[in-house]
């Protein structure tokens, strides 16, 4: 999806969904010069390392998590619903944390016994504050998010974004907090089967 189709689609979804105090100021912070969010890549060298890539997974998320709470076991068996505002919030903002966080430069690589010099990414932390916490507490500081939403974004990258001694954090967020393993669903969903695909 090209960068501005992929702007304009979460500025669409983001404002027709996510209408809670707060929501336009952290909207008005994410389309200001001072943010990247829909320049950024989502990742250095693994998915959507891309300009552009950080609202392309978002989107791609915001589906795969659309798609896993519409299937019938989901809300017969499982009765797991949520509203459209808390599907678009932890989908669209659940990787925030990645604003302003990735720093292009160029690197020499040898292709065919030639060598060229390349882009790539790299980290500039600006905010080492963790992933899915740091995630939760930017957008804490435009909105309030509900207990549901806020498990779901800090536990969105499963057991491998916890220390040996959180790992029984995981798994209790998963069974408290089905958000949470929805979120972490689509997530896996979209890096390794929407967006490997490219």
């Keep these: 999806m090209p960068e501005n189709n992929a702007k304009e689609r979460f500025i669409e979804i983001y404002k027709s969904k996510i209408t809670r105090e707060g929501a336009d100021k952290l909207l008005e912070y994410l389309t200001s010069p001072s943010c990247d969010f829909f320049t950024a890549p989502a990742s250095t ?4 390392n891309y300009p552009g890539g950080l609202c392309e997974h978002s989107l791609n998320v915001y ?21 459209e505002e808390s599907i678009a919030i932890v989908s669209l903002l659940h990787d925030v944390c990645k604003i302003n966080f990735y720093v292009e430069g160029t690197k020499n ?29 930017i957008v804490s500081g435009y909105m309030r998010l ?24 995981v ?14 669903t689509a997530d ?9 695909k490219k």
């Excluded at 060298?45 to 959507?48: E, F, K, P, V």
């Excluded at 589906?63 to 509203?83: H, N, Q, T």
């Excluded at 690589?109 to 507490?137: A, M, R």
């Excluded at 207990?147 to 969105?156: K, P, Q, S, V």
């Design 45 to 48: 060298r693994y998915h959507g």
């Design 63 to 83: 589906d795969c998590l659309c798609d896993y709470l519409s299937r019938p076991r989901v809300k017969e068996e499982y009765g797991i619903e949520y509203s």
């Design 109 to 137: 690589v040898k292709e065919n016994n030639v060598w060229k010099t390349v882009p790539f990414y790299t980290i500039d932390d600006k905010l080492p504050y963790g992933h899915g916490e740091k995630s939760v507490y």
């Design 146 to 169: 509900s207990r549901d939403e806020a498990f779901a974004i800090r536990y969105h990258m499963g057991f491998t974004d916890v220390g040996p001694d959180q790992k029984n954090n």
């Design 171 to 184: 798994g209790k967020a998963f069974e408290m907090f089905p958000l949470a393993f929805a979120l972490h």
């Design 188 to 196: 896996a969903e979209a890096a390794y089967f929407v967006e490997s």
